[in-house]
Nanobody
Framework: QVQLVESGGGLVQPGGSLRLSCAASGFTFIRYAMSWYRQAPGKERELVAGITSTGSRTNYADSVKGRFTISRDNAQNTVYLQMNSLKADDTAVYYC????????WGQGTQVTVSS
């Protein structure tokens, strides 16, 4: 059974940091490219950051470049999203995504940036 379980979301003040984790199971994690997406209320889901299967390449949305860092630990079947200098516009549900021949999604974790 494929599972992507996100954790680490919560309420944080503007300028603060959070680290999201996504624990994967039920598929060959090391073969899959991994990404983080987010969806704010009333908006479409958007790509935040992606990382290749080996971790050799990453890509980011312009809105998070220089503030967010995606990484993965293939030994632990986990992908991370370090989020620094958070802004109110970063408020959204954050989803973990795995993609190869098939695409898998996690259930999402809420991130709220507010004073």
């Amino acid at each position: 059974q494929v599972q992507l379980v996100e954790s680490g979301g919560g309420l944080v003040q503007p300028g603060g940091s959070l680290r999201l984790s996504c624990a994967a199971s039920g598929f060959t994690f090391i073969r899959y490219a991994m990404s983080w997406y987010r969806q704010a209320p009333g908006k479409e889901r958007e790509l935040v950051a992606g990382i290749t299967s080996t971790g050799s390449r990453t890509n980011y949305a312009d809105s998070v470049k220089g503030r967010f860092t995606i990484s993965r630990d293939n030994a632990q079947n986990t992908v991370y999203l370090q989020m620094n200098s958070l802004k109110a516009d970063d408020t959204a549900v954050y989803y973990c995504n795995a993609k190869l021949w098939q695409t898998y999604w996690g259930q999402g974790t809420q991130v709220t940036v507010s004073s």
